[in-house]
């Protein structure tokens, strides 16, 4: 890898990337190998490149926490998580990786809810069946998802309880698709399921630093770590440049034909708003899932023998197109480690589980620049919307007719997680400018030549959780970017 100290960033390139995690590197890979051979990509991250064992020493996945970027005004309790340097939050990600569903990207056709995607699930389809197999996913086909070719790798093992609840409800409920190893590939050995995935011990899981840093060490490529981009550049309605500041203190300016941002949620909306895009949308619509964590009591029945950490998924609550009219989806993940129960005799006797609301994006959610006094990006977040708190209501009766097929003792349900380390919307795509603020391919309708890509771009989440989806996304826009 060619990495640039700030002292040598050139004054020119062809492309400036911002970030390496999942949606930069994803671009990456689908331009490089039909780009020509002069072009010049400049790649610059805020964080450091910190290989795998120096985390492992030091017993933390980021050299620094979400929370020292960003401030709240609004739901005290409300959180987000992620993390910078080379890679991204690839480094700390738990690796689900299931599909988000047709009917997600038809939310307002379909249900009257929320905002169509500007494309289909089959325009993604073949980049999905790539980034999984870049990804080398483990997982069995489902018809709720519908793809031409198998995964790369077989399905965890499942617990005994998934087993039951598989049999229970054939097709709604199976192994959760996942990017931690059911076998060893060339560059992974297989999961340990430990559970410990935000810093695997064993680097089971894909990851950027591990699987996908190719790209980065192609010759057209200069990487520049520890430099924030602080702003892009316009001029005639085109992006023209980004400003950038080290962390040695160096500042400059690189000119570039185009400029992308992969820089996550927040600060792919605070780099535009900070440049000055006031369009209406831009920044907003922030929105995730709501997780509440539980566990199911069994009676007789014990659990804990799947291969991983997350073993299955249950879409009954997400496959419901009639309950989808009124009420948010919601996906169940059931785990394979989590805490055993507190009885002599019963250790095992228990199914930890997650189940997890999609939230329909309030323009009223947003992310804003911070100040020169505290420039931590400002995340206003007034908390979750009706859609989303009607099926959080139901959810003890949902909850007992989707197990009822198991031993169950007792159902126990935690109040509503801080977080699900997923930030979506803020630059929401679209075709029509007055509801979107780039275009199917993360172009910016205002200023040309700009490019943004990764979940800020979701109109509408799902359940689901994101990465997959972006990362195809990426992929696909890359394919369609052009000669370059
Ligand atoms: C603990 C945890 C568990 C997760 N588990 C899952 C999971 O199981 N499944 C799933 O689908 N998703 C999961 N996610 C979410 C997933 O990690 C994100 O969806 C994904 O990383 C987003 O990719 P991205 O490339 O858009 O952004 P990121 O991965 O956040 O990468 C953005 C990069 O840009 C850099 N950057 C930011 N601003 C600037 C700037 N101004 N200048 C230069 N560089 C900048 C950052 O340092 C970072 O490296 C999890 C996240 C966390 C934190």
Known sequence: MQSLPS??????ADIVLIGTGFAST???SAILPRARPGLKIVVLERGGNVPHAKRIERRKDAEFDADGYYRTIGDPNKKWRFSTGFGGSANCWTGNTPRMLPADFEMRTRFG???DWPFSYDALEPYYTRAEEMMQISGARNRLAPSTSPYPLPPHRPSLPEVALSKAWPGLIGPMPTARASRATPTRPQCCGNGVCNLCPVQAKFTIMGDLSAPYDDPRVSCVFDCEAIAVLTEGGAARAIAWRAADGNTGEIRADQIVLGANGFFNATLIKQSGDTSLLSGRRLHEQLGIAGMVYLDGMDSFQGS????????PLYADEERRRTTAAALIETRSVGQMRLEAGSWRQVLPFRLVIEDLPDEANAVTPGSDADPRSVVHFGGIGDYARKAMERADQDLARIFASLPVDWIELDGPAPTESHIQGTTV???D??????????????????????????P??????????LSAHALRAGDRAGSL
């Open 7 to 12: 002292g040598r960033i050139p004054d020119a």
């Open 26 to 28: 994803f671009f990456l």
């Open 113 to 115: 809810q929320g905002m």
């Open 308 to 315: 991983s950490y997350v073993t299955g998924i249950a879409y």
């Open 429 to 431: 795509i679209g075709h």
């Open 433 to 458: 400018p007055a509801h979107s603020v780039t275009d199917q391919d993360g172009l910016h309708h205002r200023w040309r030549d700009l490019r943004v890509l990764g979940s800020s771009l979701f």
């Open 460 to 469: 509408t989440g799902a359940p689901a959780n994101p990465t997959l989806t």
